[in-house]
């Protein structure tokens, strides 16, 4: 690997990087005024014009509060679980392909961090860490509300992931491949051959498993049992303030922007638009991020528009929902995919 | 037993359907209808730039009224303290000195004319009582304040402004 390669990587990695933190943090300030306006109201507008400033505001007052570890907590356990939270967050995009490739003099730019062959496989790995953080933390904080919420979570994500990966199961039975780029690469373009080539139009109720799944594993409403203010005070971070805080409320908008990014590259055709065949070059790869991004702030917005939408599920419908009907959902999805591969 | 009026409605609890069981159609529904909200315009008055308007009838902070040419119309009969159910009014009446004729219209006038606001429920009965037309309930919210003795409202803050000539 030459230098170039190296510096070229760690320039993209450093960029999505912020990019995430940044959309990440703009997505508290797109959460309280979509709230806002799905309520009929104006929503945070005092920190600059139309309170584009907000999220600095609420960034500076996280970092100033006081840092309260509780005394009969676990100490190290109770600071690596936002740790590992936000970790978990960050490294999901790195498998993403985020454009078709760049070229610059005699550079051609990827714009994905590292294409491994088990992409899919990478993401659900890291999506399942993620709830070590919230187990940690809940565990850690040596509180009643805060091991409940740790325990929802567990038992939640567990449930979930098992309909989440039946249903990518069939997904993959129609691409034959686990690797990102190609999934993305195979729904080049929008029509082909007298039908649609994005995913979701041979997945379907695939898709509507994902995303329902999608909702469970990062704790959106209307599967937000883990924080559930009404009836578990914060949930795993009751215990928690300042940065620390800050760092759970964070990985969850970055798991939204991750997972997001992941439906749109699984179902929606990732980087790929309608009437791409007219462009060319650099313009194609940059238009195809802008696709991309057009697509994950959808998805974002799509999150937060079921937020306002939905009441919270009870424990038991949670369950339920999870293993006596999206389960056999998926499984029925794949048979019903395997028939149609087989036989069409 | 007769039912009272024709508003009883009988009740069925019939199991759901499927399309009921499925969640999807009511969530769609519901998306909808938040969908609907977020395209209208905003309930919200945003306070310190815009101000909601006051009723035509409601009723605020008291004033004491002035005449025409600039007098104190209370002659301090009593009547609005008598009249008080919360017991929020007292005055202490003074006889008008020579060289006051353009202070005060009447011969008698309140030297001290209180207000507790902190007791006043604002029910309008001083200015239904008032014989002069001297007292009426049109000013603003009474403003908050940090301690107990600053409610209570003298003439200094209650007598309108005197007419400028």
């Given amino acids: 690997m030459e230098v170039a390669d190296i510096i070229i990587k760690f320039v993209l990695v450093v960029v999505i990087f912020a990019i995430s933190l940044v959309i990440a943090m703009y997505s508290t300030y797109a959460e309280r005024k979509i709230a806002a306006f799905f309520q009929d109201r104006i929503g945070p507008n005092r920190a600059g014009p139309w309170g584009i400033f907000q999220p600095l505001a609420d960034g500076g007052k996280m970092f100033l509060k006081e840092e309260i570890i509780p005394t009969n907590s676990n100490t190290f356990l109770f600071i690596a679980g936002p740790s590992l939270a936000i970790l978990t967050a960050c490294i999901g995009s790195a498998v993403i392909p985020w454009g078709q490739q760049l070229v610059i003099g005699k550079y051609t730019i990827p714009l994905q961090v590292t294409d491994i062959n088990v992409g899919v496989l990478y993401i659900f790995g890291v999506v399942s860490l993620g709830v070590y953080g919230i187990m940690i933390g809940g565990w850690a904080s040596n509180n009643k509300y805060s091991l409940l919420g740790a325990i929802r979570a567990a038992s939640q994500n567990i449930s979930y992931e098992i309909a989440m990966g039946l249903s990518i199961i069939a997904l993959l039975m129609v691409t034959g491949t686990l690797s990102l780029k190609e999934i993305a690469a195979k729904q080049h373009g929008f029509w082909y051959h007298g039908w649609f080539t994005w995913n979701f139009f041979r997945q379907p109720l695939g898709f509507l498993l994902f995303i329902v799944c999608a909702f469970a594993e990062t704790n959106r409403a209307p599967f937000d049992l883990p924080e559930c203010e009404t009836e578990l005070i914060g949930g795993y971070h009751t215990e928690y303030s300042s940065m620390k805080l800050g760092f759970y409320l964070f990985s969850e908008y970055i798991n939204m922007f991750v997972s997001g990014a992941v439906m749109a590259t699984l179902y929606f055709g990732g980087y790929n638009f309608p009437f791409m065949h007219y462009f060319s070059g650099n313009v194609l790869a940059l238009l195809g991020v802008v696709a991309l991004f057009a697509k994950i702030f959808f998805f974002i917005f799509f999150f937060m528009w079921v937020r306002w939408t939905l009441p919270r599920f009870r424990y038991d419908q949670l369950m339920d929902l999870g293993w006596k009907i999206l389960i056999p959902l998926a499984i029925a999805n794949i048979i019903i995919t395997g028939v149609w591969i087989t036989y069409l | ?165």
């Avoid at chain 2, 009026?5 to 009740?11: A, D, F, H, L, M």
């Avoid at chain 2, 969908?35 to 004033?63: C, D, L, W």
């Avoid at chain 2, 017991?87 to 011969?107: P, S, W």
């Fill in chain 2, 1 to 165: 037993m007769e039912p009272l009026s024709n508003k009883r409605k009988v009740i069925e609890d019939k199991p759901l359907n499927f399309l009921e069981r499925a969640y999807l159609p009511a969530i769609v529904q519901g998306l909808a209808t938040t969908m609907k909200h977020f395209f209208r315009k905003p309930v919200t008055i945003a306070y310190p730039e815009q101000k909601r308007e006051y009723s035509e009838n409601f009723r605020g902070m008291h004033s004491l009224k002035r005449d025409e040419n600039g007098k104190e119309r209370c002659t301090a009969c009593g009547l609005c303290a008598l009249s008080c159910p919360a017991e929020a009014i007292t005055m202490t009446a003074a006889e008008r000195q020579k060289g006051e004729e353009n202070l005060y219209r009447e011969e008698k006038y309140a030297a001290v004319y209180e207000i507790n606001m902190l007791r006043c429920i604002f029910c309008g009965l001083c200015e239904e009582a008032c014989p002069k037309e001297a007292i009426y309930l049109d000013g603003p919210h009474v403003p908050s304040d940090y301690l107990r003795k600053d409610f209570i409202y003298g003439k200094d803050k209650l007598v309108e402004a005197p007419l400028n000539q």
